[in-house]
């Protein structure tokens, strides 16, 4: 995510942090090669154009504090601007009457049935009555795939009777949605390869008959410079009150990200990072403006730690170190899999501050090797019997050759996990009496 935009704003900063003083001149240097890493990851010009001149104006003439650089001013001024361009602060849908209702709009590809049926799991999460609509009937297999999706979740879902069109499919919808108390009703509408006439009139007689409260955008990421012009067309035709970005996790350059707010005014809601019906995230204007900077994100690093770990289990294994300090080959086996549920590396280090700086030899060695190693790990703790698991000591030169074997690894990756173990009841010993409030593998 953004690892091109990133990259390149890194060496324009560590050129800055050289800087003894800061001068109007080396600000102009400076600022060009930001207006260049931006136009070079797809933001729209007249967005980057004023993106410049307002950090501009921040920077020139402007007294240096005390205990900060000249370059680091800078930076902070850049940080600032980022999160005003990405929104200023966190947005919600608007949670009005009952049912709370959402119109989906988009083009073909954008994602919006799976984003409608992300949307539907999480709000089923928080105990609420969804009902999934699919008035997408120009796309073959779209109600399949939506009805697929809602039995999946466990929410219910209405499709087209023969003769319906998307607008008697919508009153229909409308009248259930009333009449069984649905706390959401998510109405999914046809796409085109292209914004034309007949989807937007299509769009205007859907949303005139629902009167949605919420009329989202869902955007392909990787659009690039086109964002900006579907973004205002369904604007005007519609009436937006939020926009979706799908695929950030596979778009190195983001430009969508950093030009459809400015353009439109619409908040950014969430962001789709992965084809899992989970990978659906509230979107923080401060924290992608952190992460945009290279400066990680810490905070929903801690969000993701808290979801995947198991309280209970960690809770069983904190009084179980308290108690007799047998930390197991079952127990790491337990931690292997909280980390797995983290979700993929490449995600995490974006999270993780001073990530940007690595080598890229070794960010990607890291991304290619950490999903093989866990399966292995997984794999070696699996072809153990459960007294093997439990008294790791009993494990002579045979049992890890046939450990070894059942595992498909060798006896020199069982050798290297049982030393990783022994070293990690080695620490364990010594934290006995803290808490553990977050895997430990």
């Keep these: ?131 999934l609509v699919a008035c997408d009937l120009k796309r073959p297999a779209a109600v399949d795939q939506l009805r697929r999706l809602a039995e999946r979740i466990g929410v219910d879902m209405i499709g087209p009777e023969p003769g319906d069109t998307p607008a008697t499919l919508a009153a229909r919808a409308v009248r259930k949605a009333q009449r069984e108390l649905y706390d959401v009703a998510i109405y999914d509408t046809a796409g085109r390869l292209d914004v034309d006439d007949e989807l937007l009139a299509e769009l205007r007689e859907l949303r005139d008959l629902i009167r949605p409260h919420n009329v989202i955008l869902v955007l392909d990421a990787a659009v690039g ?39 439109t005014g619409c908040p950014i809601l969430m962001v789709g990072v992965g084809e899992k019906l989970d990978d659906l995230e509230p979107f923080h204007p401060d924290r992608m403006a952190s992460r945009i900077l290279g400066m990680g994100d810490v905070v929903s690093l801690v969000e993701k730690a808290r979801e995947a ?31 797995k549920r983290l979700g993929p590396l490449h995600q995490l280090l974006d999270l993780m501050p001073g990530a940007a700086q690595l080598p890229a030899h070794l960010r990607e060695q890291a991304v290619r090797q950490s999903p093989q190693e866990l399966k292995r790990t997984e794999a070696i703790i699996l072809s153990m019997t459960p007294r093997e698991r439990r008294n790791p000591e009993i494990i002579d030169g045979r049992r890890r050759r046939r ?39």
């Excluded at 579907?230 to 596979?250: C, N, S, W, Y």
């Design 309 to 339: 770990v198991d309280e209970e289990a960690a809770r069983k294994l904190e009084q179980k170190l308290r108690g007799d300090g047998r930390f197991t080959l079952e127990d790491l086996l337990d931690q292997f899999r909280q980390i």
């Design 225 to 263: 410079q086109s964002a900006v012009r579907v973004a205002q067309r369904f604007h005007e035709t519609a009436g937006l009150t939020g926009l979706i970005l799908t695929k950030l996790d596979g778009d190195a350059r983001g430009g969508a990200a950093l030009s459809v707010h400015a353009a």
């Design 403 to 441: 450990i070894a074997a059942g595992s498909g690894t060798s006896v020199a990756e069982v050798n290297n996990l049982l030393q990783r173990y022994n070293m990690m009841r080695q620490l364990m010993k010594r934290a006995k009496g803290g808490r553990l409030p977050f895997p430990l593998a």
């Design 1 to 131: 995510m953004f690892e091109a935009l990133t990259n390149s704003l890194q060496a324009v900063f560590r050129r800055l942090r050289g800087q003894g003083t800061l001068t109007e001149a080396n600000i102009e240097a400076a600022l060009r090669e930001v207006r260049t890493a931006l136009l070079e990851a797809d933001v729209n010009f007249q967005v980057a154009q004023d993106f410049i001149e307002q950090v501009r104006r921040r920077c020139v003439g402007e007294e240096v504090l005390r205990g900060i650089t000249p370059g680091q001013q800078v930076i902070r001024r850049i940080y600032e601007q980022l999160v005003e361009l990405l929104g200023r602060a966190r947005r919600d849908v608007k949670w009005a009457g009952r049912p709370m209702t959402v119109l989906l709009v988009g083009l073909n590809g954008s994602g919006k049935t799976t984003t409608a049926a992300k949307l539907a799991k999480r709000w089923s999460a928080e105990r609420r009555k969804v009902l």
